[in-house]
Nanobody, 122 residues
Framework: VQLQASGGGLVQAGGSLRLSCAASGRTFSRSNMGWFRQAPGKEREFVAAIDWSGGFTYYLDSVKGRFSISRDNVKNTVYLQMNSLSPEDTGVYYC????????????????WGQGTLVTVSS
């Protein structure tokens, strides 16, 4: 599976962005998908995940109610809708695909995209 993330950019606090992650390969519809982020000087952290069926979603507590993950198994794409952004959401956002049962850990994922930068100004 190859992953290509896009949609990052510069936005003011309170604004919105939608990230996309396009996947190639036949296994997308059977893969759990996740979004992680890495802020400057910090470790990468889990943000959101969706299971292969789209029936289960998981979120970092600080983004619950603001972010929404979804997937389109026809377009082989996963999305992260981000609303009410704050400067604390700044970082490089990575999408990942995998089959790990937890969905919230980096080691649950086997394939990673190149990342897209999100910068939220105050």
């Amino acid at each position: 599976v190859q992953l290509q993330a896009s949609g990052g950019g510069l936005v003011q606090a309170g604004g919105s962005l939608r990230l996309s992650c396009a996947a190639s390969g036949r296994t997308f519809s059977r893969s759990n998908m996740g979004w992680f982020r890495q802020a400057p000087g910090k470790e990468r952290e889990f943000v959101a995940a969706i299971d292969w069926s789209g029936g289960f979603t998981y979120y970092l507590d600080s983004v619950k109610g603001r972010f929404s993950i979804s997937r389109d198994n026809v377009k082989n794409t996963v999305y992260l809708q981000m609303n009410s952004l704050s400067p604390e959401d700044t970082g490089v956002y990575y999408c990942a695909a995998g089959s790990g049962w937890r969905l919230t850990g980096s080691d649950d994922y086997d394939y990673w995209g190149q990342g897209t930068l999100v910068t939220v100004s105050s």
